[in-house]
T-cell receptor
Framework: DGGITQSPKYLFRKEGQNVTLSCEQN?????MYWYRQDPGQGLRLIYY???????QKGDIAEGYSVSREKKESFPLTVTSAQKNPTAFYLCASSIITGNQPQHFGDGTRLSIL | QKEVEQDPGPLSVPEGAIVSLNCTYSNSAFQYFMWYRQYSRKGPELLMYTYSSGNKEDGRFTAQVDKSSKYISLFIRDSQPSDSATYLCAMSRGGATNKLIFGTGTLLAVQP
């Protein structure tokens, strides 16, 4: 079955620690996205990538970093500079042409220890 | 003012009721409109995708877009307990980045 796989489902971060969230898709989509979801705020765009080896900052990129070395993979690192990392993180992908809708994975819940 | 406004609810209805969910927006450049359903601790699932104004029907779901009023709606007929979820509206201007702007979501509970 084609889809987007996010792992782990739950993740805990200690003070000063960087953590990496995995996102893999087998839909052959060119574009991939990372969102953060907080209660009462909806989804906010962190980073997006339209092609391998290229990515752009979204609305709330500070304290996060990404890489796009393969078409099917778009990992997100939450760095120690992100002071309020507790949230539900969602990865999405889409076909790049024709403004096709984005499809989402099932998310990673990140909490602070 | 947020670009997209959505009543957070919760909205509680009896099984079999017709549900109306709504979003308003301020940016007249939005052309693509989506509704996603999100169950607890899951990712959003695309329900409806429409371009510009008009209606689109898919089974028990109907999406309406009124660009003149900057208002979109999702109607659910014969609602079921399995429809209990958070419903997110999203919209975009289109173009190269395909950036989506989301509403905050409406929590719906369908009572058996």
């Amino acid at each position: 079955d084609g889809g987007i796989t996010q792992s782990p489902k739950y993740l805990f971060r200690k003070e000063g620690q960087n953590v990496t969230l995995s996102c893999e898709q087998n839909l052959n989509h060119d574009a991939m996205y990372w969102y953060r979801q907080d209660p009462g705020q909806g989804l906010r765009l962190i980073y997006y990538s339209q092609i391998v080896n290229d990515f752009q900052k979204g609305d709330i990129a500070e304290g996060y970093s990404v890489s796009r070395e393969k078409k099917e993979s778009f990992p997100l690192t939450v760095t120690s500079a992100q002071k309020n990392p507790t949230a539900f993180y969602l990865c999405a992908s889409s076909i790049i042409t024709g403004n096709q809708p984005q499809h989402f994975g099932d998310g990673t819940r990140l909490s602070i220890l | 003012q947020k670009e997209v406004e959505q009543d957070p609810g919760p909205l509680s209805v009896p099984e079999g009721a017709i549900v109306s969910l709504n979003c308003t927006y301020s940016n007249s450049a939005f052309q693509y409109f989506m509704w996603y359903r999100q169950y607890s601790r899951k990712g959003p699932e695309l329900l409806m995708y429409t371009y510009s104004s008009g209606n689109k029907e898919d089974g028990r779901f109907t999406a309406q877009v009124d660009k003149s009023s900057k208002y979109i709606s999702l109607f659910i007929r014969d609602s079921q307990p399995s429809d209990s979820a958070t419903y997110l509206c999203a919209m975009s201007r289109g173009g190269a980045t395909n950036k989506l702007i989301f509403g905050t979501g409406t929590l719906l509970a369908v009572q058996p």
